[in-house]
């Protein structure tokens, strides 16, 4: 088990940014495929985004694509989402998440570690 923390969400217009984080507690952190999903209210938990090892792989929800960049710094235990161009659809509670499978694997119980999330609001 992988603690997550995440931090950077908040209030925004439309058309506007935001930069989420998301701490991970664990030696062994490049290890891991991490992932961003996002869970608006009465909905199920959806995949955003994820990212390999190394950082230099990617991959995107197709309601994201060309707005949203995932990154990861491995020195510092930590994954990023990059959120421009918000729109009010985005509003939802956005939780990282740590897997040991591939990149591509993006259902919510293919990861096995959660962060508690962070509120993300875009207003019209």
């Known amino acids: 088990q992988v603690q997550l923390v995440e931090s950077g969400g908040g209030l925004v217009q439309t058309g506007g940014s935001l930069r989420l984080s998301c701490a991970a507690s664990?030696?062994?952190?490049?290890?891991?495929?991490m992932g961003w999903f996002r869970q608006a209210p009465g909905k199920e938990r959806e995949f955003t985004a994820t990212?390999?090892?190394?950082?230099?792989?990617?991959y995107y929800a197709d309601s994201v694509k060309g707005r949203f960049t995932i990154s990861r710094d491995n020195a510092k235990n930590t994954v990023y989402l990059q959120m421009d161009r918000l729109r009010p659809e985005d509003t939802a509670v956005y939780y990282c998440?740590?897997?040991?499978?591939?990149?591509?694997?993006?259902?919510?119980?293919?990861?096995?570690?959660w962060g508690q999330g962070t509120q993300v609001t875009v207003s019209s």
């Open positions: 998440g740590a897997s040991t499978n591939s990149l591509y694997n993006t259902r919510p119980t293919d990861f096995g570690s």
């Open positions: 664990t030696r062994t952190f490049s290890n891991y495929i």
């Open positions: 990212i390999g090892y190394s950082g230099r792989s990617t």
